[in-house]
């Protein structure tokens, strides 16, 4: 018999979880439980889906090889190029003044935090020649555009297409799905060894209201994917504990647009991310992506606060909207104008296809916390199985890099909790104890 598994959060960190765990136990003892009403229309769906191998400090990168390694394998047992847009990408820093290049800032420096910036050197390119260049960025008189990837080292996939694809395949092994529903308290059973975690009752929802019946899954295996709503979904559980689980959220707002430039007779060469820097100070970022879409973002917020995760999908600001359509225009419109001059509005040849605001659960250190909470941690003198069978673990706080890591992070966490050797050495992200 496999021990009862209920994973709360159906994020991308949940859904990876349960597709590696599902290969090692009975799918149908693991359950997937999530409040939105629309799945991934949080940051799982709305993120860029741009993917690193080494851009990470000590700590993370071991995870970061394995997640990067398993997004290509992944991809090539799964013809994940057609079903989420998976592709090699080559990646540029952007200037698009002498001054902005002279500036101590680039637009990629806050992803590569704790790596360093020597790494980052700027590679022999030849920008005329090579069919990798991004013909779908406008040059403006005095930019620069620099490659700062080498070959193999990034990629890009469709994020919200990559998770349908892995919950599609948890179902259909019979891992099990609660949504809307949104857990309310943890059961527990004294079989004389103290108060031992057996089960946790849900909520179903119903417009975001809970209907009159909980419902309880048993289960001895607990574990925490709720990106930025993590603390809270701890805090509604174990009310009576010490412990914080500081995971903060970072706002961005985004746009999905195409342009007549970048279509699939370009896609052969690859696709591309850009990393901008500009003078203002607001450094968008763009990624090309299988299908003629291009994913544009840069403006992120700390001080917009999180929604409630059963209203489903966050409301965009129209200011920030506004902003990111203006700056999307002046960097991927029709040439012409020239010497930095926009394009002028009825030159606007972009369509946008989707805007969307959504929140990076972070943590001020910047790395995730991947582990098992201790006993003694969640308080109240309730206790876990030992070992392979029982515990409560929290996976969560990935920052900007939760796609890239996700697929590394459902491997590792799956052995974790199935008391299995870990495939990457995380011993670095486990903050407990
Ligand atoms: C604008 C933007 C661009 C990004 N670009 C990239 C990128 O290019 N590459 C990259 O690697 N990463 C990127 N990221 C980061 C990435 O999106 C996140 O790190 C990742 O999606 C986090 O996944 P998650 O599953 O932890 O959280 P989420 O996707 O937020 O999922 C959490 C889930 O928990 C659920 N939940 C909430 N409350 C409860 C509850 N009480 N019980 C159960 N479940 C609950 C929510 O409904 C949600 O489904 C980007 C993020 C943003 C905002
Ligand atoms: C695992 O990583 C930590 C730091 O993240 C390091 O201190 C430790 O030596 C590593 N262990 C092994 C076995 O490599
Ligand atoms: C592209 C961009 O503007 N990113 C910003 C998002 O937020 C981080 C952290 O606050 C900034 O350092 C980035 O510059």
């Known amino acids: 018999?496999?021990?009862?598994?209920?994973?709360?959060?159906?994020?991308?960190?949940?859904?990876?979880?349960?597709?590696?765990?599902?290969?090692?136990?009975?799918?149908?003892?693991?359950?997937?439980?999530?409040?939105?009403?629309?799945?991934?229309?949080?940051?799982?769906?709305?993120?860029?889906?741009f993917l690193a191998k080494d851009w990470f400090g000590p700590a993370l990168a071991p995870l970061g090889a394995l997640s990067f390694e398993e997004h290509r394998r992944l991809a090539e047992e799964h013809g994940g190029?057609?079903?989420?847009?998976?592709?090699?990408?080559?990646?540029f820093s952007y200037a698009a003044s002498a001054a902005a290049r002279e500036s101590a800032k680039r637009g990629d420096d806050w992803l590569r935090d704790g790596t360093s910036r020597a790494d980052a050197a700027p590679l022999a390119f030849d920008d005329a020649g090579s069919g990798k260049?991004?013909?779908?960025?406008?040059?403006?008189?005095?930019?620069?555009?620099?490659?700062?990837?080498?070959?193999?080292?990034?990629a890009q996939v469709d994020p919200l297409r990559l998770c349908q694809f892995l919950l599609?395949?948890?179902?259909?092994?019979?891992?099990?799905?609660?949504?809307?529903?949104?857990?309310?308290?943890?059961?527990?059973?004294?079989?004389?060894?103290?108060?031992?975690?057996?089960?946790?009752?849900?909520?179903?929802?119903?417009?975001?209201?809970?209907?009159?019946?909980?419902?309880?899954?048993p289960c001895t295996r607990l574990i925490i994917t709720a990106g930025s709503w993590t603390g809270q979904v701890f805090r509604t559980l174990f009310p009576w504990s010490r412990l914080e689980i500081p995971i903060?959220?970072?706002?961005?707002?985004?746009?999905?647009?195409?342009?007549?430039?970048?279509?699939?007779?370009?896609?052969?060469?690859?696709?591309?991310?850009i990393f901008t820097t500009h003078?203002?100070?607001?450094?968008?970022?763009?990624?090309?992506?299988?299908?003629?879409?291009?994913?544009?973002?840069?403006?992120?917020?700390?001080?917009?606060?999180?929604?409630?995760a059963e209203k489903g999908k966050a409301t965009p600001y129209d200011e920030?909207?506004?902003?990111?359509?203006?700056?999307?225009?002046?960097?991927?419109?029709?040439?012409?104008?020239?010497?930095?001059?926009a394009a002028a509005d009825d030159d606007n040849d972009l369509e946008i296809v989707r805007e969307g605001l959504c929140f990076r659960p972070v943590t001020d250190w910047g790395k995730p916390i991947i582990a098992r909470i201790p006993d003694e941690e969640i308080?109240?003198?309730?206790?876990?199985?030992?070992?392979?069978n029982g515990g409560v673990f929290v996976a969560a706080g990935h920052g900007p890099w939760g796609i890239a890591m996700s697929l590394g992070t459902g491997i590792v966490l799956a052995e974790m909790v199935q008391g299995r050797k870990t495939s990457a050495n995380v011993s670095g992200l486990a903050f407990f104890g």
């Open 1 to 49: 018999m496999s021990a009862e598994t209920v994973i709360l959060g159906a994020g991308i960190i949940g859904v990876s979880t349960a597709y590696y765990l599902s290969q090692h136990q009975d799918p149908s003892s693991i359950h997937l439980v999530d409040p939105s009403p629309e799945l991934f229309s949080s940051a799982s769906g709305y993120a860029g889906g």
């Open 81 to 91: 190029r057609e079903k989420w847009g998976y592709s090699p990408a080559t990646c």
């Open 133 to 154: 260049t991004p013909t779908w960025l406008r040059r403006v008189d005095g930019d620069h555009l620099e490659l700062i990837s080498d070959e193999g080292t990034t």
């Open 168 to 217: 599609r395949e948890c179902l259909a092994r019979g891992v099990k799905l609660y949504h809307p529903a949104k857990p309310a308290s943890v059961v527990t059973h004294d079989f004389g060894n103290g108060d031992e975690l057996i089960g946790v009752n849900i909520d179903r929802l119903e417009a975001g209201e809970p209907l009159t019946e909980s419902l309880l899954l």
């Open 248 to 273: 903060r959220s970072l706002a961005g707002h985004s746009l999905v647009l195409k342009s007549p430039r970048w279509h699939a007779g370009l896609e052969g060469n690859g696709c591309h991310a």
């Open 279 to 308: 003078d203002g100070g607001f450094c968008p970022e763009m990624f090309s992506r299988i299908g003629g879409h291009i994913y544009f973002a840069g403006l992120n917020s700390s001080s917009l606060p999180l929604p409630d």
């Open 320 to 341: 920030s909207l506004a902003q990111l359509r203006e700056a999307a225009r002046q960097t991927l419109g029709p040439a012409g104008g020239g010497g930095g001059v």
């Open 379 to 388: 308080g109240a003198g309730i206790v876990t199985r030992a070992g392979a």
